[in-house]
């Protein structure tokens, strides 16, 4: 069996979840908010006490596949509706600096002209004093990655100088530039 698969998902106080078998959907509620999503048909979702379970009709290679992806995604669920996801991210380089403008955020990162990123819903930008670091947090684990992804996106850290937006805890390699022309 799937090690992540078996591994039953506790429910922590103040969370509910509720399962829809007709269209294999869970429902989960908690105290920072309310996520729902549809699962594969063929996999059992199953409320016992205060703990989720998923089983797999066979060990056919996509139902284990499928089993313990369904569990992480539960368990995504769960964590997100309990405590949240925030994904933490720096800008590096000379005069680049991020604000907030209402929810949206601002970045400038050596363009003409001051990149905006409305925040979807769901998701909260908190930039920290001094502008270089901030942070995307929101319930939605999937959503979290793709926004900080796509905040990444606005101006990648470069190999040469090191500059640009990335993930707090993003090593960047710095390569050698020109060696020049060898004296004779």
């Known amino acids: 069996m799937s090690?992540?698969?078996?591994?039953?998902?506790?429910l922590p106080e103040g969370v509910k979840a509720e399962i829809d078998s007709q269209t294999n959907s869970v429902k989960v509620s908690g105290p920072k908010g309310t996520l729902e999503r549809a699962f594969h048909r063929e996999m059992t979702i199953v409320l016992q006490g205060a703990q989720l379970a998923v089983t797999r009709p066979s060990d056919a290679r996509?139902?284990?596949a499928l089993?313990?992806?369904?569990r992480a995604l539960l368990a995504n669920m769960v964590h997100g509706v309990s405590q949240g996801?925030?994904?933490k991210m720096q800008v590096i380089g000379v005069g680049y600096r991020a604000d907030l403008r209402g929810e949206a955020l601002v970045l400038n990162v050596g363009y003409s002209h001051p990149v905006e990123i409305p925040a979807p819903p769901g998701i909260k930008f908190s930039v920290e004093k001094g502008g270089r670091d901030f942070a995307v947090a929101g319930i939605d684990r999937e959503l979290v990655g793709q926004v900080a992804a796509?905040?990444?996106?606005v101006r990648r850290p470069e190999p040469y100088k090191g500059?640009?937006?990335?993930?707090?805890?993003?090593k960047v390699r710095v390569k050698a530039g020109k060696a020049g022309k060898a004296a004779k």
């Open 150 to 153: 796509k905040i990444r996106a």
């Open 85 to 87: 996801f925030v994904r």
């Open 3 to 10: 090690r992540i698969g078996r591994m039953p998902i506790d």
């Open 62 to 64: 996509q139902h284990k």
């Open 67 to 70: 089993h313990g992806l369904t």
């Open 163 to 170: 500059k640009g937006v990335m993930y707090a805890d993003e």
